[in-house]
């Protein structure tokens, strides 16, 4: 089963303070006590005007964003988000996303990776993803990658790929993210390690992957899907719509004997499949007003694991979606900015109000009209960043004057 995914993630321990932080606490250098929260991102969404179509993850060749009606467009999911269907290489939808997420106490992303080659819309893929570390190294967040080997198979019946070269293909990506995005501040070491995670299991064989792992010119923090593969520090857990939380218990007991592991936390699970007629659906777990969601961080909180995902940020076909919604609003980030603060960090002074700037600088971006207006909120985006929201409620009153 190939499931369409997004998470959010939670790291521990033993990731990325900086050297004031680890002094100001008296702790051993490069030893993290409060967890980092990512949250899995989806670049792949292609609307107009950004670009000049309606990407498949907006149609899924069955809806047509054309046929606006009341202010909402016909669009493969269940739910609106509240800015309406977007582009992943618009800069200021990707300064919206991460903005939020930092305002509602989560750290960074973990971004769907579809590699380097020319293939369907992988270079698009590509594209988007290297715009959103961009903006992540500019806001200063953080990222991981999570590389969809599923694409091998792919390029080798297109003739991409050698069957024979299947492996060196996967080598050769990996070491091309660690020459230009392993290296980076911004992206997540665990034991001095890149964390790498790979999706599902239509792409390289466990074989396959161990041998991978043996080629790299330096070692990855390596995460496989729901079981811990040969050469990997853990597998990470994902929703399973027909079991629901019973699998998640489940992995929750298996991974105890791993070194590392990732568990899951999610609020729901409604894809639109069978809407699209694509296929029948793989099931349906309920929101159950918020309790889902507040149920499965508490028990990813409960494994102690240094690394904890939320699944989703958009991924809008299967409804896991955090992002703000119509139909949600932005419950799903108090949810989170509660969690951070009862869980994580007891000084996190973020409010539920505060969600509210993000949209708004958005806006003003869409309707500015000058140089000046743009450095003002420029240095609105850099404040909210930093956690100073007065200071980017009052950029706001000086753009706006501009």
């Given at each position: 089963?190939k499931?369409?995914?997004?998470?959010?993630?939670?790291?521990?321990?033993?990731?990325?303070?900086?050297?004031?932080?680890?002094?100001?606490?008296?702790?051993?250098?490069?030893?993290?006590?409060?967890?980092?929260?990512?949250?899995?991102?989806?670049?792949?969404y292609?609307?107009?005007?950004?670009?000049?179509?309606?990407?498949?993850?907006?149609?899924?060749?069955?809806?047509?964003?054309?046929?606006?009606?009341?202010?909402?467009?016909?669009?493969?999911?269940?739910?609106?988000?509240?800015?309406?269907?977007?582009?992943?290489?618009?800069?200021?939808?990707?300064?919206?996303?991460?903005l939020?997420?930092k305002?509602?106490?989560?750290?960074?992303?973990?971004?769907?990776?579809?590699?380097?080659q020319?293939?369907?819309?992988?270079?698009?893929?590509?594209?988007?993803?290297?715009?959103?570390?961009?903006q992540?190294?500019?806001?200063?967040?953080?990222?991981?990658?999570?590389?969809?080997?599923?694409?091998?198979?792919a390029?080798?019946?297109?003739?991409?790929?050698?069957?024979?070269?299947?492996?060196?293909?996967?080598?050769?990506?990996?070491?091309?993210?660690?020459?230009?995005?392993?290296?980076?501040?911004?992206?997540?070491?665990?034991?001095g390690?890149?964390?790498?995670?790979?999706?599902?299991?239509?792409?390289?064989?466990?074989?396959?992957?161990?041998?991978?792992?043996?080629?790299l010119?330096?070692?990855?923090?390596?995460?496989?899907?729901?079981?811990?593969?040969?050469?990997?520090?853990?597998?990470?857990?994902?929703?399973?719509p027909?079991?629901?939380?019973?699998?998640?218990?489940?992995?929750?007991?298996?991974?105890?004997?791993?070194?590392?592991?990732?568990?899951?936390?999610?609020?729901?699970?409604?894809?639109?499949?069978?809407?699209?007629?694509?296929?029948?659906?793989?099931?349906?777990?309920?929101?159950?007003?918020?309790?889902?969601?507040?149920?499965?961080?508490?028990?990813?909180?409960?494994?102690?694991?240094?690394?904890?995902?939320?699944?989703?940020?958009?991924?809008?076909?299967?409804?896991?979606?955090?992002?703000?919604?119509?139909?949600?609003?932005?419950?799903?980030?108090?949810?989170?900015?509660?969690?951070?603060?009862?869980?994580?960090?007891?000084?996190?002074?973020?409010?539920?109000?505060?969600?509210?700037?993000?949209?708004?600088?958005?806006?003003?971006?869409?309707?500015?009209?000058?140089?000046?207006?743009?450095?003002?909120?420029?240095?609105?985006?850099?404040?909210?960043?930093?956690?100073?929201?007065?200071?980017?409620?009052?950029?706001?009153?000086?753009?706006a004057?501009?």
């Open positions: 089963m499931l369409i995914y997004t998470w959010v993630t939670v790291v521990a321990c033993g990731v990325g303070l900086s050297d004031s932080d680890v002094a100001a606490q008296k702790l051993p250098t490069g030893v993290r006590t409060q967890p980092l929260i990512l949250a899995h991102y989806m670049p792949w292609v609307a107009k005007p950004a670009s000049q179509v309606w990407g498949w993850h907006w149609t899924m060749n069955h809806f047509d964003p054309e046929n606006e009606d009341d202010g909402r467009r016909p669009i493969a999911s269940h739910f609106y988000p509240l800015i309406g269907p977007y582009d992943s290489g618009d800069e200021d939808v990707l300064e919206y996303h991460l939020l997420m305002l509602a106490g989560i750290d960074g992303v973990i971004v769907d990776w579809y590699g380097l020319k293939l369907y819309d992988y270079p698009i893929l590509h594209r988007n993803t290297q715009r959103l570390v961009e992540v190294e500019r806001l200063g967040m953080k990222v991981v990658i999570c590389y969809e080997d599923q694409t091998i198979p390029l080798v019946k297109a003739g991409k790929v050698r069957a024979e070269d299947r492996v060196a293909h996967a080598v050769s990506e990996i070491d091309w993210l660690a020459e230009h995005w392993f290296k980076l501040d911004s992206y997540v070491q665990l034991d390690r890149p964390v790498l995670l790979s999706f599902g299991h239509a792409g390289l064989t466990n074989d396959e992957w161990s041998q991978c792992l043996k080629q010119k330096s070692p990855v923090s390596y995460f496989s899907e729901h079981f811990r593969r040969e050469g990997a520090q853990g597998g990470f857990d994902w929703p399973i027909k079991e629901g939380v019973k699998a998640t218990e489940r992995f929750q007991r298996s991974s105890k004997a791993w070194p590392h592991s990732i568990p899951v936390a999610f609020p729901r699970f409604v894809d639109i499949y069978s809407e699209a007629r694509l296929h029948d659906s793989y099931g349906r777990i309920e929101d159950n007003d918020g309790a889902t969601f507040k149920a499965t961080l508490k028990q990813a909180l409960a494994s102690k694991s240094r690394i904890i995902q939320l699944a989703t940020w958009n991924d809008w076909g299967e409804g896991t979606n955090i992002e703000p919604c119509r139909e949600y609003g932005y419950r799903d980030l108090e949810i989170v900015q509660d969690f951070r603060r009862k869980h994580v960090d007891a000084a996190f002074a973020r409010k539920p109000a505060d969600l509210l700037l993000p949209i708004e600088l958005l806006d003003r971006r869409r309707e500015v009209s000058s140089p000046a207006q743009t450095l003002q909120l420029d240095k609105v985006a850099e404040s909210l960043a930093a956690g100073r929201v007065s200071d980017a409620r009052a950029a706001f009153e000086a753009s004057g501009k």
